[in-house]
């Protein structure tokens, strides 16, 4: 399949191939454009043109909680994300589609710069949660990651009860009021839909639970600080299919109270729980849009091709 | 398809054999067998030796062509090597100790076969440990008290030793502590005075009115300690009077009688007349004397109390010394130190210094802590004993700088498993940690250093499993063959880091190799070497018994 996605070897001549047309009329967002044949701009994507985003205006209708500003990220000298631009809308769920070394779980580690632990790594634009940049030079990292939860593929519980995994954000905030510790665990525990299985052993070791119990304690944990943004980076790729099942239940009861950006590989699981979807392909956005657009009546046919199965 | 076309030829039986790969389950099955064996083997020798020190053996008296006569315990036999060799005056022969070392001036005896012409049991041969000059081996024959004969006979002097030997000994112990700790007390605090003499006249010039007073204080206190000086002479001499003219009377193998005073034996047993549980209780006793008392005898007999003392307190000292530097050394490379060439250099460095001879260490020990540091610690503090008698306080080896030194030599070891121990810590917990807002430190106190723990603690478990073994750098920096005031005692201000100490390993070998009579000593070696290794693994099993509670609390199963 990549056969196709082989760059065209550039003209011997020295000439640079067009660039596609930036200012192009505008057109109705659903209409496959039937010019270009289908795998047009992932090609020019691979041979390092710039291409521009289709985002559908109904994205861009939505509040924002987050915007992505004309965001490049390099790991040495090695491009991962190209002038990425791209609002999250306020409590909904978005997910990020694309195939492997696309860049999204990238995307996502830049919003609560975790990417700041790898030294190689350097990055222009910005990021903006709720106005607030979060690449100014005074934005203090802690404070920010403060602001946001992650959950990560594979569940990461700390070696410690139940009861302090879920209170971990707030007790190295010095919290130490018990009554407040005991409500927001239930609080957490309940939006995680763990409470009734764990209610009567929160100080046993998280470390025993089965792996499907593991990842919700480990999405009580990343709400228990109220988070303006949830980053959930292929929350269900460890799991097996009944606790994915839980896991995309309690992404749609977290659905209207949080903002969610999610990374997954699964399209039925991106059609199922989001609202807008985004797809990359090699570090760029391609098509961003509302979930029901970009599955059934995608503007490109590259997006077509990619959540059909066609590649990747 | 061809139906002709051969079937997949195998070349030989060679490559079926390499591809099932059975030769190599046998090499290194074989290789642990013999590793398991070698470490059994040495486990069983020296538990074998050492614990079969303190068994009553029973004493037979040999009867030799030349007319002599021994009674010892048989400890050896050694078989004719050739016809030729026995032709050429090496026959069977058995190693006897004779406890004749009044006599032959040897604890021992090699002794022909040939040359025995009667071999017997006696009922009433008897060992007598002395306090001083070893054993003697004899029969009962009088009890005297003065020049009163209290009983006459195996039998009756055997019951009179019995009634009476108790309270002699007990007064003897008696005396014999007011010499050493009240007397030794009394010293201590004449010389802490005029060293307080000194010291006012190097602060305040020796004409100086602190000094004036410092020497009436001094007169004062040597008049107070002349009086009670008089009361300790009182005292002792009471008591040695009270055991005075008691004494036994000793017939000796060779037809000599030997008397021994009553309050110069520790203890006297009849090994041929022991039943079981005697033999049992005896044994034990011997075993808690060796445990709790000090040795006697250039350290050949009595107890270790001192070296046990010296090992464990030396060992926990150096893990206190060297979990912390190790562990906050090892933090900072891991976790903190960016990867680089330096990074990569320092833990190469790190890694050659496990590889340092040991008593490389105790060179620098000396060189550094006792000579640098040491000095200048007693030129700043301790000036008047230095000034005074010439006597450094800190200037000299002693238990803080060994503990000081094999802390260097272990911190490598730290170092190196504790760095395992963290970069064995997933780093997703790290992410996870990082996601939830928490700084750097606060993820290394939370979530990295308790996951880590087990492993560091198996660190700080090898650690101090080497530097219990040490020896060589320790005898520079403190070990001493003879120290008998321990580090911490009663007397202000109770711990006494400078003192020196004993050890057990170089007890081993000071006891096997330095000691005028290693002979009969050399049981003694393998008892220690027992308790030496008694020693590591009790304190490798509480290490580990503690490591096994943390992994259970921090590093369940994933999934």
């Known amino acids: 399949m990549y056969d196709s996605l082989v760059p065209p070897r550039r003209g011997v001549t020295g000439a640079e191939p067009a660039m596609p047309t930036v200012d192009e009329p505008p057109r109705e967002a ?283 | 398809m061809n139906s002709d076309r051969p079937a997949r030829r195998i070349r030989s039986g060679h490559a079926t054999l390499t591809a099932h790969g059975e030769p190599w389950v046998w090499l290194t099955a074989a290789s642990l067998a013999i590793a398991i064996a070698m470490i059994v083997g040495l486990l069983v020798f020296i538990a074998f030796r050492g614990l079969s020190t303190f068994w009553p053996v029973p004493l037979e008296r040999l009867t030799l062509a030349d007319g002599r006569a021994v009674l ?148 004062a206190l040597a008049e107070e300690i002349a009086i009670l000086d008089v009361a300790l002479d009182e005292e002792t001499a009471r008591l040695r009077g009270a055991n005075d003219g008691w004494a036994i009377e000793f017939e000796t193998p060779s037809g000599g009688v030997a008397a021994v005073p009553l309050d110069g034996i520790v203890r006297a047993w009849q090994p041929n007349r022991l039943a079981l549980g005697e033999s049992l209780s005896l044994y034990f006793s011997r075993w808690g004397e060796f445990l709790v008392d000090d040795p006697r005898e250039a350290n050949s007999a009595g107890g270790v109390f001192p070296a046990i003392w010296g090992t464990v307190t030396m060992t926990l000292i150096m893990a206190l010394f060297v979990a912390p530097f190790g562990v906050l050394a090892a933090l900072y490379l891991r976790e903190y130190a960016g990867r680089g060439p330096i990074t990569t250099a320092v833990r190469v460095a790190i890694n050659n210094l496990a590889g340092v001879p040991s008593i490389v260490y105790g060179a620098f020990g000396l060189g550094f802590f006792c000579y640098v540091l040491g000095a200048g610690i007693d030129d700043l503090f301790f000036k008047a004993s230095l000034v005074a008698d010439g006597q450094p306080t800190f200037g000299t080896g002693g238990l803080l700088w060994a503990s000081l030194t094999l802390a260097l030599l272990t911190l490598p070891v730290v170092i190196v498993a504790t760095e395992e121990a963290l970069s064995a810590v997933p780093n997703s917990m790290r992410e996870g940690s990082y996601a939830c807002g928490a700084g750097k430190w606060q993820t290394i106190r939370r979530i990295v250093l308790p996951r880590a723990l087990p492993g560091i603690m198996t660190g700080l478990i090898l650690a101090m499993a080497r530097g219990a073994g040490e020896v060589a750098p320790l005898m520079l920096v403190g070990v001493k063959k003879l120290a008998l005031d321990l580090p911490v005692d009663g007397t202000f201000p109770f711990i006494h880091p400078e003192r020196e100490f004993m050890h057990l390993a170089y007890l081993i070998y000071d006891v096997g190799f330095q000691s005028p009579n290693s002979q009969a000593a050399r049981p003694m070696v393998f008892t220690i070497t027992f308790l030496l290794v008694a020693i590591i693994a009790l304190l490798n099993v509480a290490a580990i018994w503690l490591r096994s509670r943390l992994r259970r609390r921090f590093v369940a199963q994933q999934f």
Request: negative net charge; charged residues 25%; proline residues 5%.
């Open chain 1, 30 to 312: 659903g209409a496959p454009r039937a010019a270009e044949p289908p795998q047009d701009r992932l090609a020019a994507v691979a041979a390092g043109r710039e291409v521009e985003a289709e985002v559908h205006d109904s994205v861009l209708a939505e509040p924002p909680v987050l915007e992505v500003d004309r965001f490049n990220l390099w790991y040495g000298a090695k491009q991962a994300l190209h002038r990425i631009t791209m609002p999250v809308p306020l409590n909904k769920v978005t997910a990020l589609v694309g195939p492997s070394g696309c860049g999204k779980s990238t995307l996502l580690r830049s919003v609560n710069r975790l990417n700041d632990l790898v030294q190689s790594v350097r990055i222009t634009g910005d990021m903006r949660i709720n106005g607030d940049s979060i690449y100014d030079p005074r934005m203090d990292v802690i404070e920010l990651r403060k602001r946001m939860g992650m959950v990560f593929q594979k569940p990461n519980p700390f070696p410690m009860s139940i009861y302090e995994n879920v209170v971990y954000s707030l007790r190295i905030d010095g919290e130490t009021n018990r009554a407040v510790l005991d409500e927001v665990c239930e609080r957490s525990l309940r939006g995680a839909a763990l409470w009734d299985e764990v209610k009567d052993r929160l100080q046993e070791s998280a470390l025993g639970m089965s792996g499907g119990q593991q990842q919700r304690l480990c999405i009580a944990r990343a709400i228990a600080a109220e988070p303006e943004v949830l980053l959930l980076d292929e929350p269900c790729s460890a799991l097996d299919p009944i606790a994915t099942g839980k896991i995309e239940d309690l992404i749609q009861e977290l659905r209207g109270q949080y903002s969610v950006l999610m990374v997954t590989h699964n399209m039925q699981q991106a059609s199922r729980s989001s609202d807008y979807t985004a797809f990359m392909y090699l570090g760029r956005l391609i098509e961003y849009g509302a979930t029901t657009d970009i599955f059934t009546k995608p503007v490109l046919r590259e997006t077509e091709a990619y959540v059909t199965g066609r590649f990747g």
């Open chain 2, 72 to 219: 010892g315990e048989v400890t050896d036999r050694e078989a004719a090597v050739t016809a030729t060799s026995q032709a050429v005056g090496h026959p069977a022969r058995r190693l006897v100790r004779t406890g004749d070392f009044d006599g032959t001036g040897n604890h021992y005896e090699w002794i022909d076969d040939t040359a025995i012409t009667e071999t017997s049991r006696p009922e009433w041969a008897t060992v007598v440990e002395r306090v001083e000059a070893g054993r003697l081996h004899g029969v009962p024959k009088r009890m005297l008290h003065g020049t009163e004969v209290v009983a006459e006979g195996p039998e009756a002097v055997w019951a009179a030793y019995l009634k009476e030997h108790d309270a002699v000994r007990t007064r003897a112990l008696r005396a014999q502590r007011i010499d050493k700790r009240d007397r030794g007390e009394l010293q201590r605090r004449l010389r802490a005075a005029r060293l307080a003499v000194v010291q006012a006249g190097l602060d305040a010039g020796p004409a100086s009115e602190r000094a004036v007073a410092a020497e009436a204080r001094e007169r």
